[in-house]
Nanobody, 119 residues
Framework: QVKFVESGGGLVQPGGSLRLSCLASGFTFQAYGMSWYRQTPNKERVFVAGVDFRGGGINYADSVKGRFTVSRDNAKKTAYLEMKDLKPEDTAMYYC????????????WGQGTQVTVSS
């Protein structure tokens, strides 16, 4: 079955950096775009960044443009989210899914990885 395992989150000070990873399985990874989402308590999960199946066609939410970089390694079936100049408002649980703009497998979210930006 489709599975996503996110990792790399943690506690970081404002201005700091983190690199999130998303290991995918259960589908032909190189045939699908990949995207990142984030969610805070009592709010909907929102799109953060997406990349197409070839590693291009990249899109970002306005709030992270210029600070976050999405990428993928098809050989490793892994997507990445490089986050720099982190702000307290970036604090959230981060998830990945198939699809470059909207999630393909909405019934198969992973456990997510928590990012907390605080001094």
């Amino acid at each position: 079955q489709v599975k996503f395992v996110e990792s790399g989150g943690g506690l970081v000070q404002p201005g700091g950096s983190l690199r999130l990873s998303c290991l995918a399985s259960g589908f032909t990874f190189q045939a699908y775009g990949m995207s990142w989402y984030r969610q805070t308590p009592n709010k909907e999960r929102v799109f953060v960044a997406g990349v197409d199946f070839r590693g291009g066609g990249i899109n970002y939410a306005d709030s992270v443009k210029g600070r976050f970089t999405v990428s993928r390694d098809n050989a490793k079936k892994t997507a990445y989210l490089e986050m720099k100049d982190l702000k307290p408002e970036d604090t959230a649980m981060y998830y990945c899914n198939g699809g470059s703009v909207t999630p393909v497998w909405v019934e198969s979210w992973g456990q997510g990885t928590q990012v907390t930006v605080s001094s």
